[in-house]
């Protein structure tokens, strides 16, 4: 977004691959574990594109919370306006639960064998274009119509967020894969009713305690 055809500003290129023979002592891995190798370079690039985030959100909020004190309409700062409040509220929370989110993804993946991470991995990739979209998207407003030219730089930001949502898997993928990933720690049950049903659950804590509720002449 924004390269200019004429320029030939363009970064990405089509590639296509024809016969393609890669010789035996130059594979990674072993044969037909090309998708586990991608998908094992993919996991530390996503982190990183998480972690870079983290500083572009921050120099977003930076710019925001600048603003919101410097600027006066109304006869006064943009600061005291409740709406301008909101949106710094919202942005210093959402972008602190982002931060400890890839902080924990980093340590699992510091701390526990290949693969543990996974689902954290995902997690952070769905978490930084939502985070991004929305920290930037508060500041553009905030800074009006000078937040839409090419005098800041939100103006990249904000199709740098657009992009953010498809770099290494689109955004919709990685929910799928943090739904897989989350669910294997479930499991089903085969009772009519669910685990949390409070009846059943009376009468199971009934059933286990009878004994003792008889002692004590509770029927």
Not at 77 to 105: C, N, P, W, Y
Not at 109 to 119: L, M, V
Not at 155 to 175: F, I, N, Y
Request: hydrophobic share 45%; with cysteine.
């Amino acid at each position: 977004m924004g390269d200019r055809e004429e320029l030939d500003e363009g970064t990405h290129a089509y590639i296509r691959y024809n016969d393609v023979r890669v010789p035996a002592d130059a594979i990674l891995g072993g044969p037909g574990q090309g998708f586990e190798v991608a998908q094992a370079r993919l996991g530390g690039g996503r982190v990183h594109h998480a972690m870079r985030t983290v500083g572009k959100c921050q120099r977003a909020f930076d710019m925001m919370a600048e603003r919101v004190l410097s600027r006066t309409t109304q006869g006064e700062l943009l600061a005291k306006k409740q709406l301008m409040q909101q949106f710094i509220a919202d942005s210093a929370i959402e972008l602190e639960q982002f931060r400890l989110l890839v902080l924990k993804t980093a340590w699992i993946i510091d701390t526990q064998p290949h693969g543990a991470a996974r689902t954290h991995i995902a997690m952070c990739k769905v978490a930084m274009a939502k985070i991004y979209h929305d920290i930037v998207h508060r500041a553009i407003q905030v800074h009006g119509s000078l937040g839409v030219t090419i005098e800041l730089p939100l103006h990249d930001m904000w199709s740098g967020a657009l992009s953010l949502g498809l770099a290494d898997g689109p955004t919709e993928v990685h929910k799928v894969a943090v739904a897989r990933g989350v669910l294997k720690d479930y499991e089903p049950v085969d009772t009519l009713f669910p685990s949390e049903h409070i009846p059943t659950r009376l009468a199971a804590a009934k059933a286990k305690h009878a004994a003792t509720l008889e002692e004590y002449g509770i029927a």
